[in-house]
């Protein structure tokens, strides 16, 4: 399994979360694991997605992932579960 962390975050708007699983799905991406909160006005989400049959590379995916994000008004970033882990590792 190649596990991804997505983040997303920025300001509230409707479809945020319809725009980057439909997205995710085009690519073959497996969506494992969704949280999203709504603080104030500020939309926060972190996705936990499986790129094993994806029909893009992670490279690929993360820099149009990051333009859907700019359409829609928010910051979307892709990192790799190991080093995700490893950052958080204490």
């Known amino acids: 399994m190649s596990k ?3 983040t997303v975050v920025g300001k509230d708007t409707v479809g945020i979360i319809a725009k980057v699983c439909t997205y995710l799905a085009e690519k073959q991406v497996n969506v494992l694991d969704i949280s999203q909160t ?3 006005e ?6 936990i997605v499986d790129m ?8 690929e995916v993360s ?5 859907v994000g700019e359409e ?6 892709c990192q790799r579960e ?6 958080h590792r204490i």
């Open 4 to 6: 991804v962390i997505i």
């Open 38 to 40: 709504i603080v104030q």
């Open 42 to 47: 500020y939309f926060n989400m972190m996705m």
């Open 52 to 59: 094993e049959k994806a029909t893009g590379s992670f490279e």
């Open 63 to 67: 820099i149009e992932l990051e333009k």
């Open 72 to 77: 829609i008004g928010v910051t979307i970033k």
């Open 82 to 87: 190991e080093i995700f882990t490893k950052m």
